[in-house]
């Protein structure tokens, strides 16, 4: 079976084609091949890959797709494949995490807590102090501890052009860490 999993941002600009290219590092990592990728731009999510395009091997059965800032219209939608992993894309702030709040009731309502199973809510932070600790407690209370990653902020991811992971933080590869075994363990559990 073919697992899709998208990431969509609450709003432009929260870091979501960044995510993806540290997704892709670390699910490349792996063995059996890179994922297939798709991109709402025209190259922007490549341009940041540090493996670039130049994979030998090809994993056909796992699409990483960057849709960009369309969690609640389209990435909403695209639940209805229960081979459809969401990992929702949204700022460190009361705003951000609102949208995010949003976003998740949504998917409950619509497709139960099956839905929810399949998403993941990475929270960006910027170099400054969001104070949203008692926002991001209220969130896990609501929709389950693991459904939210808070991912700290990091220079190395500041510029554009492709990500150095040598450069990463350690705050960094651990939410990137824990943000991949949480799709690895959907993706064990799809199918069966």
């Known amino acids: 079976m073919s697992v899709r999993i998208v990431l969509a941002g609450t709003a432009g600009g929260v870091g979501t084609t960044t995510l993806a290219a540290l997704l892709f590092d670390r699910v490349s990592a792996v063995p059996g091949g890179v994922p297939t990728l798709a991109?709402?731009?025209?190259?922007?999510?490549?341009?940041r890959v540090a493996?670039?395009?130049g994979a030998l091997l090809i994993d056909q059965g796992l699409l990483?797709?960057?849709?960009?800032a369309h969690a609640g219209g389209e990435g909403l939608d695209l639940f209805e494949s229960p081979s459809t992993l969401g990992v929702v894309v949204t700022a460190n702030t009361p705003l951000g995490l609102f949208a995010a709040?949003?976003?998740l009731a949504a998917v409950r309502t619509r497709y139960g807590e099956s839905g929810l199973a399949r998403t993941t809510v990475?929270?960006?932070?910027?170099?400054?102090?969001?104070?949203?600790s008692r926002l991001v407690a209220?969130?896990?209370?609501a929709f389950g501890q693991e459904i939210l990653v808070v991912l700290g902020h990091d220079v190395a991811l500041a510029g554009g052009g492709p990500i150095a992971a040598s450069r990463l933080n350690w705050r960094t590869v651990t939410s990137r860490d824990q943000i991949a075994r949480r799709l690895q363990a959907v993706i064990g559990g799809i199918g069966q």
């Open 39 to 47: 991109d709402h731009t025209s190259g922007d999510l490549g341009a």
């Open 51 to 53: 493996r670039g395009d």
């Open 64 to 68: 990483l797709h960057d849709l960009g």
């Open 101 to 103: 709040h949003r976003f």
């Open 122 to 132: 990475v929270a960006v932070s910027t170099g400054r102090r969001a104070g949203t």
């Open 138 to 141: 209220g969130l896990r209370v």
